[in-house]
């Protein structure tokens, strides 16, 4: 055990210790210094005291004792880190504390339990020390005056970018709003704020932004001065030489600006020819008139010149949109990214039409649905509902299933159409029980909510 935390702590540098506590009592640790030393702690019962030991580990495995005590009095199992393992019974995170000094950090610990989960054996934790997460948060920059911080769902301050050390438990808002008002400021300066979430266990912890108005703006201020110039400068050269090639280029662009024109309003049926002229025809789904308008300006695909190029681009584009709606309108319901792939390089893959095809067919039922429906009520049972559904399409996704149909609480999933594999009906089967392994997660889950189980 010495040995792999050892090995767990050298090659992980972000981790501050690495340990295991048995449910005896025993103890075994790695960890690090501020001076990047490795050590190696223990602790074991000897009658009603606790032995400890810590020694000073070279980088050849050398061990010179540091530090002992034969009453030592630490007991790993009235940690907060042991009881919360212990009760969840799974990995979890514990909320920030002290650490060395003055510094906060938070532990990963993982139950080891016994065969078929009757008991705890002991806990494997990992620690992180939070002045790492500060100092990274002080190398971004973002802009000259942004600031950065971690908070956690109470709004408790847990890292910041700030350059000078923050209070312990301070409210992250009123850190932000002082950083970003220069001293002696009357009225609080307009800031750009962001936040987005940090999925790490049950913590709640989210990482918010605040952006000084000045920041954003000075340098659209100076971009604008610039165009300006620039503006002017461009019209001035453009007033030269306006006459002549505004009669050169007006003509064709009229024309390519109608059909783009055209284009932007629904119409992908247009047609760029490569021989001086283009084509627009209209069908069911285009402008409602049938037939085709031919247009008679100078534009020419297959020109070398500017035009040509952007009559080629357009071409490019509505030839992109029609494959987009050719995707959007064939695979309508809940695919797999790599069906639409697979139906945009090959479009016959897809017979509208139907062809016989041997597929495996997986259904999926709620038990008691409609007695739960009564008993819920419509919008409780959509939000129900909702979940489950968000919970059963990631797994069918993964197994390359086809979402066929879903019928309220009822899911109707393809395998071999439209297309095949010889594995159909195997990931068809184990879909299934990854489906009811996420059911079981999903009911912790509902149950943590005060709903009914499905």
């Not at 119409?267 to 789904?285: E, I, K, M, N, R």
């Not at 149909?405 to 594995?423: H, M, Q, S, Y």
Request: proline share 4%; glycine share 10%.
């Amino acid at each position: 055990m010495e040995r792999y935390l050892v090995s767990v702590l050298r090659t992980r540098p972000h981790f501050t210790w690495a340990s295991y506590a048995s449910a005896g009592e025993r103890f075994v640790g790695a960890w690090r210094d501020a001076d990047g030393r490795v050590m190696l702690n223990r602790s074991w019962p000897v009658g009603d005291k606790i032995h400890m030991r810590e020694w000073q580990l070279s980088a050849e495995g050398e061990r010179r004792l540091v530090r002992q005590s034969d009453d030592h009095r630490y007991l790993p199992t009235r940690r907060p880190f042991y009881r919360q393992a212990v009760a969840a019974r799974r990995m979890v995170w514990t909320e920030p504390y002290g650490f060395f000094g003055q510094s906060m950090g938070i532990t990963c610990a993982q139950p080891l339990l016994t065969e078929g989960g009757v008991a705890v054996r002991g806990v494997f934790t990992v620690d992180f020390s939070l002045l790492g997460l500060s100092d990274f948060l002080r190398g971004l920059r973002l802009t000259p005056n942004a600031r950065v911080a971690i908070i956690d769902a109470t709004g408790r301050l847990i890292a910041s970018g700030a350059a000078t050390p923050l209070a312990k438990g301070a409210k992250a808002t009123a850190v932000l709003s002082t950083a970003v008002s220069a001293p002696g400021d009357t009225a609080a300066e307009p800031v750009l704020e962001q936040s987005a979430p940090i999925h790490l266990g049950e913590l709640g912890w989210r990482v918010r932004v605040e952006v000084p108005q000045r920041d954003y703006l000075a340098d659209v201020q100076a971009q604008t001065r610039r165009t300006i110039a620039l503006c002017a400068a461009a019209l001035a050269l453009a007033l030269v030489v306006a006459y002549g090639l505004g009669r050169w280029i007006a003509r064709p662009l009229r024309e390519l600006s109608a059909q783009a024109r055209r284009v932007r309003g629904g119409d992908l049926d247009v047609q760029f020819g490569a021989a001086g002229d283009f084509a627009a025809t209209t069908g069911d789904g285009g402008s409602g008139q049938g037939g085709s308008v031919r247009g008679a300006g100078p534009v020419d695909a297959a020109a070398a010149d500017e035009i040509g190029e952007l009559t080629q681009s357009l071409s490019t584009m509505v030839a992109g949109l029609r494959d987009r709606d050719f995707i959007r309108d064939t695979l309508g319901r809940y695919v797999s990214p790599e069906l639409a792939v697979q139906a945009l390089r090959d479009r016959d893959a897809v017979r509208l039409g139907g062809e016989l095809r041997r597929v495996t067919v997986l259904m999926s039922d709620l038990r008691g649905f409609s007695t739960l429906s009564t008993r819920l009520g419509p919008e409780a049972m959509i939000g129900l509902v909702n979940r489950y559904l968000a919970a059963m399409t990631p797994v069918i996704l993964e197994h390359q299933g086809t979402l066929n149909e879903i019928l309220g609480d009822g899911l109707l999933v393809l395998f071999g159409a439209p297309f095949g594999r010889d594995d159909d009906a195997r990931r068809a089967c184990r879909c299934a029980l990854q489906m009811q392994a996420a059911l079981a997660d999903l009911r912790v889950e509902l149950a943590g909510a005060g709903l009914p189980a499905l």
